[in-house]
């Protein structure tokens, strides 16, 4: 563990339990006052009934000498005790760290297999920002998951099958193809849905037609099949566009719709029938969950099969519960899908378990995220009312990026500018969705987003192209410097190497609790540290030669932790901009 913080509660572990007489956390955590507090005193003086500063004076001289991790050691008020960490312990620590590939990031002590739902939009529908949000949370996990050493398998869970296909195939019969195939591949989306639903509305022959073609599509009929594929497969095309936009992962080798679970269905029927789970209600097969009730207090059932026979959303998720366990091998199912679905997943959580498909260690975990509204605080619309285009969305950010790059670094070449544009515009979009607590709400805001200040995309980025463009001026290799050790001596020198010390605790804070935004916080610490140290130790015009590499050193490692960060977050980080 590289971060100090920790380093210091190891050593005080003894300590504390010797003066407790039983284990007892010392409780270090970062302060205003110092760079770190011990805080446990205070518990164990309750405890014994004594009073917390004879404690902490107890804890001090049961350490013994710690001083080479810690410079000074104070007891303040009411038993704190406030740590200076030594620099020469700071300087060994990094060079240790910096030695590592992986930046002092652990990996995980069990390796395990996950499968993470996540993007997951509805064929001949436009994606909304729930998926934009879906899309970028869950390419972030699938980043950290990985970079720790587990085994990931991305599973795009597009809404492709199910009645209102029907309606759909019909309204493309009477398109023709290939104009449906243009409307389609335009991105016209929801135009096209709308259409089709209104016919289907008013139009009783067209509702017949679409009710037959149902019958058709789940009978396998050959013609059928080839054109839904053909809404299938322009629609795929049309969110391949955005997943190229937006950098993801995402390929079509990940899709896994709902309509793969096809010949899944009727086993999964069968086997609750078999462990006596499936009950009748109103002509439906379904489920009644241990502890989901209606608000009259009544059992809440789960419907596995309607009464005419199809079958629902739940059960193509119950089989994936059991592709995923069975077939994939995974223990880690991850649902990265908008909060109002959770009932939802927690019913097919249930019944998954009741069935024994889901046996710990495998789980199941919601990861759930808030809505993404407008200035007006309402659901975000476009201009005209309608859902946003996604790929408009995603355009109009790399145009406002060049806007902004332009009036920043005007002698920027125009392949380049357009190039920094394209990494500054989809930042800026992916981390104003990553760095708010994912289960808020959050304010769509170009303008906040954009910034070169505060806690955005671009501030990052710009810390990063400055770090790099530090080592062109001094006309030094980035490489040549990480030979050298580092030495510590100002105040913001200390502050920053204590800052990339604790990229290991933040990255795994983030993945423990699937909160991106907690890696974005750290980063934009690191950057701010970073600031705050180049503008007061002159790096180019140190005093020596010697401060000169260290403190190149200590660019390059801000700027090697800023870039594995943000590209864990699935952001570029430019070397110029
Ligand atoms: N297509 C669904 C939607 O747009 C999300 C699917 C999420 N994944 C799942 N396994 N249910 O709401």
């Known amino acids: 563990m590289s971060d100090p913080l920790h380093a210091v509660s190891e050593r005080f572990a003894l300590a504390f339990a010797t003066v407790a007489g039983r284990f007892a956390d010392p409780i270090v955590r970062p302060s205003d006052h110092a760079d770190a507090q011990i805080n446990g005193a205070l518990g164990v003086a309750k405890e014994l009934g004594t009073n917390p500063r004879q404690v902490a004076e107890q804890v001090l001289e049961a350490a013994g000498d710690v001083s080479d991790i810690c410079s000074s050691l104070e ?180 899709i896994k719709g709902e309509s793969s679970y096809n010949s899944l269905l009727g086993p999964v029927v069968e086997r609750l029938r078999l462990a006596k789970l499936l009950e009748t209600s109103d002509g439906a097969d379904v489920v009644f969950p241990a502890g989901f009730n209606n608000r009259d207090g009544d059992p809440l059932p ?38 109002p679905q959770a009932q939802h997943l927690k019913m097919v959580e249930a019944v998954a378990t009741q069935a024994g498909w889901l046996t710990p260690p495998a789980q199941m975990m919601h990861v759930a995220f808030g809505n993404v509204l407008g200035s007006d605080g309402k659901m975000l619309k476009s201009r005209v009312g309608d859902t946003v285009k996604l790929a408009a969305l995603l355009e109009e950010a790399v145009e406002r990026a060049t806007v902004a790059i332009a009036q920043k670094n005007p002698e920027m070449a125009v392949d380049e500018r357009s190039q920094v544009a394209h990494m500054i515009g989809i930042g800026a979009v992916k981390y104003s969705d990553l760095s708010t607590d994912r289960v808020k709400d959050y304010v769509f805001d170009w303008e906040r987003m954009l910034s070169f200040d505060g806690n955005t995309a671009p501030y990052l980025q710009y810390a990063h192209a400055r770090m790099c463009s530090i080592f062109r001026r001094a006309g030094v290799e980035r490489i040549s410097v990480r030979s050298v050790g580092p030495i510590i001596f100002d105040g913001r020198e200390h502050t920053l190497a204590i800052r990339i010390l604790q990229f290991d605790s933040a990255v795994w804070d983030a993945l423990d609790k699937y909160s991106p935004h907690r890696l974005c916080t750290y980063l934009f610490e690191l950057a701010t540290d970073f600031t705050a140290f180049y503008e007061h130790c002159p790096v180019l015009k140190a005093d020596t ?23 864990l977050l699935g952001i570029r980080a430019p070397e110029q901009m």
Not at 312 to 320: E, G, K
């Open 75 to 254: 007891i303040a008020g009411p038993g704190f005790i406030n740590v200076t960490l030594s620099n020469q312990f700071l300087s060994t620590q990094l060079k240790s760290v910096m030695s590592d590939q992986r930046l002092g990031v652990r990996v995980a002590p069990t390796r395990i297999m996950a499968a993470v739902d996540y993007s997951a939009p509805n064929v001949a529908k436009e994606m909304h920002v729930g998926h934009l949000r879906s899309t970028v949370i869950g390419d972030s996990i699938v980043r950290l998951l990985e970079f720790v050493g587990h085994t990931v398998i991305r599973e795009n869970h597009i809404g492709d099958w199910g009645t209102p296909f029907g309606m759909l195939i019909e309204h493309l019969i009477d398109m023709g193809q290939d104009t449906a195939a243009q409307e389609l591949g335009v991105g016209d989306l929801d135009n096209f849905y709308r259409e089709a639903r209104n016919k289907f509305d008013v139009d009783d022959a067209f509702k017949e037609r679409a009710r037959a073609r149902v019958v058709l599509l789940q009978g396998g009929d050959t013609e059928t099949l080839s054109l839904w594929r053909t809404l299938v497969s322009e629609s795929t095309h049309y969110f391949n566009r955005v997943y190229q936009l937006l950098d993801v992962l995402l390929t079509d080798a990940d």
């Open 302 to 339: 789960l419907i596995i099969r309607k009464g005419d026979g199809g079958y629902n959303y739940a059960t193509s998720d119950l089989a994936c519960v059991i592709d995923r366990t069975e077939r994939l091998g995974a223990s880690l199912l991850i649902y990265v899908v908008g909060a």
């Open 545 to 567: 030669d010697e401060q000169r590499m260290s403190r190149l050193y200590l660019c390059d490692a801000a700027a090697r932790v800023l870039e594995c960060g943000l590209n």
